[in-house]
């Protein structure tokens, strides 16, 4: 029996963000799908209904939240549940960001930060040897890996 490889949707209008998350989640053995606003994002997984999304907050065209909204409501129309969703984001006052959201993380963030969240959110999936991510990704954005997670 074949297994549907779960989609991970990464939304954010920073492209070398979407390029470290894609292959990250590539890695892990996810299949990636990028969008750069909101209103893409929403596009997007009305054709293929993600897992997980990975959601920035402040975008161009529809923001974060819109698109947490979106997702929400598109899961209330197919009468399923919302994939998970993450909400990645520089703002620091959490406080004020009150969206049905299952994690925050901080931006700049650490590539093992979010590999770990992917883990805990969905099943174990076939991945490739590491060794070439990990010295790609120190090589290419070596100022992406700092930074601190924050869970809802």
């Known amino acids: 029996m074949h297994e549907e490889i779960p989609i991970v949707l990464i939304v954010d209008d920073d492209i070398p963000i979407t390029e470290v998350l894609a292959l990250v989640v590539r890695e892990l053995g996810y299949q990636p799908l990028v969008a750069f606003n909101g209103q893409q994002a929403l596009n997007i997984a009305r054709e293929h209904w993600p897992a ?28 399923t549940t919302p994939p998970y969703i993450v909400m990645l984001t520089a703002a620091k006052l959490w406080s004020e960001v009150s969206l049905p959201v299952d994690a925050f993380i901080s931006k700049p963030f650490e590539v093992e930060q979010i590999e770990q969240l992917i883990r805990s959110f969905l099943p174990p999936a076939d991945s490739p040897n590491r060794t070439h991510f990990q010295s790609l990704f120190i090589v290419a954005m070596p100022a992406a890996i700092q930074g601190r997670q924050f869970w809802r």
């Open 52 to 79: 997980l999304v990975l959601t920035d907050l402040m975008m161009p065209v529809l923001d974060g939240e819109g698109v947490v909204r979106g997702l929400h409501k598109e899961a209330s129309k197919r009468d």
